[in-house]
């Protein structure tokens, strides 16, 4: 997804503000098969990830073959934490990899240092970030934006009333930025 945003960053005078969001907020920290997560069958599961590996594959985005989810509230709190340090866009690329790609589990400490010393920032400084938990009322405070919004699904883009839901092409992107009246870059 991240491709598209830089795309359109270079593209049109508009910056990027990353919120974090409450996607199954109850997950364990092992994390939940997806059959049981959405309480169906593992055919109906292998359908819906066939599904969203196509959608995926269309929009030129990688995606596994994930079995399980897990609870990303650590990986958001480390990620605003990431923008304090300029380094935003660069972890939340390397989370979605890490996820969607390679069904990491983002509840893990040792998988959400690694990806912030992949992506140039300090092991020492983000382990004492997850350790005192200093992030958690910035993300509590974008959950509560969230709500008050009316955002149910991820990725959702706005830009002053509009809205995109869900994994767009690079044209809706475009409507939306240009229904929004922003500028194209020289």
Known sequence: MTGRIERLKQEFDIGVEWKA????PNTPAEGLALEELFN??????????SGLKQTAASLGLPFGDRTKTYNSRLAQEL????EDQNKGD???????????????????????LRLAAKVGLLEKEADVVLQTRSYADDVDAHW?????????????????????VGAQSYDALTDLVTMAGAARND
Request: hydrophobic share 45%.
């Open 21 to 24: 969001f409450p996607l199954h």
């Open 40 to 49: 169906a069958p593992s055919e109906k599961i292998t359908k819906m990830v």
């Open 79 to 82: 990620g605003l934490w990431a």
């Open 90 to 112: 660069q972890f939340h690329q390397a989370t979605f990899e890490s996820y969607f790609v390679d069904g990491e589990n983002l509840a893990d400490h040792h998988v959400l």
């Open 144 to 164: 509560q934006e969230a709500r008050q919004l009316g955002i149910t699904a991820v990725p959702t883009f706005l830009m002053g009333f509009n809205r995109v």
